[in-house]
């Protein structure tokens, strides 16, 4: 996987796992996803790569995409004209199933959170098992979530997202109800919903009541969370990057 963020003053990073297709997803319904994110982007990506190969123009891309079954993808990469990843799709490998789960990353400027909920909101229509949008400093790779390291090995993208090691509800498949935290946007599945009720954290009176809503945590109430939850600071991230 190419390095990013070295060039950006900061960003909103959205990222979902989903179950969009059946096992026997058809060519072209990856394509129509593709497509449909792209339009809920604030500027439209020029070029990409599918599984780690040579970029190549969004034309080019989208007759690639347009043969491929949804279960044949290890990754895509779309990048802007600058050369920084708009929007990540990759196989999640911590899921094993006939039914791929995908994980989706889509990197936005820091104030745009119109096209963030836009995003969020697309995303729990195609089958969401966990989501969140938070927003990282200069020097974070928007995939992995990590302060980039100039030199160091880039992780293959079909093991990103695969690890759930320091996640509050640290379970190996993202169905079973795994929550790395709290972010000031979220969107959790009934399963995710139930988890994060029994984690232990003293949660506010905001918190949805049934899976598949977008749950925006004010300024107020994450000051709140983070008092009543001296314990649970490591999981509660509102503005650590």
Known sequence: MNLFGFRRPGLTVVKAWCSPFGPQGL????????????????????EGAIDDGERQPLSALRRALARLQPVELNSLQLVDAAGELALFVGADTGAPTLTPVLLFAVALPPTVARARDRVLSLLAAEGLHYGYARVVPPGFDPVAEAKVRRGA?????????SSREGWLVPEADIRAGAVRGLFPANMLSAVALARLSGSGLKLQASLPAAGGV????????????????PDYKAFLHFGDG
């Open 214 to 229: 977008l749950w925006r945590v004010d300024a107020v109430e994450r000051q709140e969370l983070v008092r009543s939850n």
């Open 153 to 161: 090995p880039a992780l293959p993208a079909g093991q990103v997202g």
């Open 27 to 46: 060519a072209g319904e990856l394509l129509a996803l593709v497509d449909r994110l792209i339009a809920a982007l604030p500027e439209a990506p020029l």
